[in-house]
Structure formats: C-alpha cells, structure tokens
C-alpha cells in the first residue's frame, strides 16, 4: 500500500513537471547574464527538438536502439545479469512499475530496472562502440524505457519523444568526449562508459522528464558526482555493472535536480584550482554547444556512425579476429584444410594496450578481452561466436596449444584507437611458409557498417534467444516505426 502510494505520488510530481514543460521546446528563453559552458549543455538539453533531428540520425539511432534491446535480451540469460537481479529484488522493497529484460511480469523501481537492464546490455561486452571510445545507448535507453512506464497516463512520451531523448543521451556523451585528446584513444584509466554515461543518461532523462534549463544543468553536475569507475575492472563480472550504474545514476540524477537538489553551476567548465569534470581528463578544452533555438545543431550521429559487433568481444577483437580468418584462409586454400599441428607459430601485431593483451584467459570475460584469445579461436573455428565463450570452447586443448604459440608485437604505426588501428595476424607453418591475414577495418565498423539484413539477422538471433518468434519480429516493427507510436512506453511490453 505505501508503495502505490509513493508511487501515485511520483506520478503526480512528474505529471505535473512533463506537462508544465511541454511547450517549453517552442518557447525562446532570455540568455542567461552570463553564458556558461554549463549552461550552454542545460539549454540544449532543454530546447532542441524533434524536428532538428535529421533523417540520418533517426535512422541510425532507430538502429542503435534496436541493437541494444537486442543484446539486452540476450544479455538477460547471462549469469552476471542474474547476479544483479537477485541482488535488486533481495535487497530492495518491491516495486512493481518498469520492466526486466527477458523476464515475464517481472518489475522493479525504475531506477533499479535501469540498472539490471543496463547490466543486460553489457554483459557480454556485445553492445554497441562509438568513437571517441566508449559504449553510448546502454548507458542511455534502459533508463529512457524505465521512465517511459513510471509516467501517468497523462504524460506519456511519445516514440518521437523517446527518440529526441535518446539522440540528447548519446550527443551529449559525444561532446564531452571531444573536449579531451586523451579520450581519443582505448582507456587506461575510467573506463569510459562510467565517466560521460551517467552525464548522458541525465541529459536524456532530463529531456523525457521535461526538466527546464536550469534542472537540465544540476543534472548533469549531480551525475558527475557519481560518475568514474576504473578500468582495472574491464575483463570482470563487474564491468557490466558500469553500464547499469550508468543508466541508474543518471536517471537518479535527473530526479533530484527535479526536486530542486542543488550542484555545482560550473561542472563542465574549466575551473582553475578547482576540478569539475576536467578531473577525469587531463587535457579536457570544453567548448559551449550553440543554442537550438539561435542555429539547427549538427548532431555528431551525422558525421560519426556507431560500429555494432559480430560478436560479443571487446571491439579491439574484431581486428584481430578477421585478420585470423583471413590467414586461415590462404592457410586451406594453400593446403587444402587446416588442422592445428600445421602451426609452429603465431605472430599478433597490435596496438599497445594492456587489459586487452592477455595470453591465457581464465574466464569468459577475460577471454572477451584478450587478443590472443580471439585470434586463436578465429583460427581454429574461421569464426567468433556467442558459443566461443562457453567453458566447453575456452578449456579446448586445441585452442590452448594454439595460444602457447602465440607471440605480440606493437608496430609503432599500430595506435590504440579505434579509428586507426589495424590487426595482423602471421602464420608460420611447420614447412617455414609463412601466410599473412591484415584487417584495417572489419565489417560493423562505423567505416563499413553492417547492412539492415546483417542488422536483423544479429538481433533475430539475440533475441530469439529469450523470446517467441512473433514477438522478435513484433520489436522490429515497433523500432522501425517509433517516431509514429503515441505512447513509448508500449514498447516495453514486447521485451519480458
């Protein structure tokens, strides 16, 4: 009882904030007496509008959401996923109000369904890469789907305002990332999800919710107090947890700058003597994003497509593992087959960096983030797969020859990014020839994007994994035609 009471209560609270706010998209605001980098990010999350999205951003973010309910679902047969679920629903009060991946009539507070939910769509490591590096809509749409059902009937989002929310999300966590050299290149330090994730989730938050500027502002400075995670936790159980903490956090965010939670009105400007979100990046030069209402932005989706993987790896893997499959195949075109006693040795030449360059994984998420791993499995099976984690494949006494046999080299040429990295992979075989595979840029790279057929085969598979057939391709045609769908929030239900 107290628990539909708070939650009529919440309704009432954002009820009242979404249609307070509704034209406020249509309405010029005074500038500010003193323009802030800040407030720059408060004004555009509070007046772009619909129609200042292009046909290519619509599509393509059509495409990233479709990909991540996708690997979502999947995901939710994970065990990390049933870790976190378990967790939520042991240690907190039910609250039966946002929908669980894959999970029929099961229902969490929205925070927490952002969390488990987010959780689902990196478990694997299979969710969508943007450049600079990082993971954008995991952090972004399970908090959107969250809020989507918390909402009264009277303030429903549109599949139009889920859409402009989502592209706020992901503009936002682009932006920030391009005022800092450093975030070209594969991490080291915060992994990047944990760092401009929760300031995306809020931003998309804020804009579902209908938050003003100055809220739009406070979320993104409350966000960045519970941003940053390391990246000595990349290759474990607990880098799932980072996406969903993500999405969590900023929804959180955004719920208490709506209630008037004060925060710093300088974190995204450069501060001497006192950091704000310069502390994650150390030649962070922010810039003020121009106000929509003065000039159409140029959303950076335009310029910058996402690369969505073949298989669930770190997407340095997927180098690695088309340069294997091409040395595999002048290896049995040479020879006429293939068989591991052929090989006496295998070099990797790979840009430098450290948690992704491990010679024996222990485990399937380890094994998601070693070169050796992948190159050697691309070998043996001329493929990457789902199964290829399994512990029936990681403990093959074929593939562990293989990996004995492996050497690295890191071409000074061979940067750690990914937008100028390159694989090869050479094979020596026991006669002394030695046959060469070289990938530049592999297929579901943002250079070479997977096709809609590629697209829906992936998420056919991922999702038909956990759900009926008719309700996979129900998800489909409710992704491709959501600018038309009244209510988002309709959407959940085809994803239990």
Known sequence: ????????????????????????????????????????????????????????????????????????????????FELALQHCQQMYAPDYISSVFGRRHTRLSPCLAAFVNGVAVHSMDFDDTWHPATHPSGAVLPALLAIAQMLPGNAK?????????????????????????????????????TVVGPLGSAAACSRLLSLDRSQCSKALAIAASLAGAPMANAATQSKPLHIGNAARLGLEAALLASRGLEASTLI????????????????????????????DPRFLLEDQDIAFKRFPAHLGMHWVADAACSARELLVNTVGGFHPSMIQNI???????????RPFPESEHQARHSFQFNACTALLDGEVSVQSFSPAFLDRPEL????SRVQVEHPQDNPANFNKMYAEVLVTLTTGDVLKGRCDTFYGHWRKPLSRDSLLKKFRANAGAVLPGERVEAIIDAVENIEDMQDCSHLTMHLE
């Open 400 to 403: 562990l020859s293989l990996l």
């Open 1 to 80: 009882m107290l628990s539909a009471l708070k939650f009529q209560r919440t309704s009432r609270h954002f009820s009242c904030l979404r249609l307070l706010h509704k034209s406020a998209v249509e309405v010029q605001e005074r500038p500010a007496p003193e323009e802030t980098i800040t407030s720059s990010f408060g004004g555009f999350i509070h007046l772009v509008h619909p129609g200042q999205l292009s046909d290519t951003v619509l599509h393509r973010s059509k495409r990233m959401i479709l990909d991540s309910i996708g690997v979502g679902l999947l995901g939710s047969s994970s065990h990390v």
């Open 268 to 295: 995204l400007d450069s501060t001497p003597g006192c950091a704000g979100f310069s502390a994650f990046y150390n030649d962070y030069l922010p810039q003020a994003l121009p106000s929509p209402v003065e000039q």
């Open 347 to 357: 070099l990797l030449r790979i840009p430098l960096s450290k948690y992704i360059n």
């Open 157 to 193: 989002p549109s599949g139009m305002d889920l859409l402009l929310a989502f592209n706020v999300g992901i503009e936002i966590q682009g932006r920030l990332m391009r005022f800092s050299n450093e975030a070209q290149n594969i991490p080291n330090r915060f992994h990047p999800p």
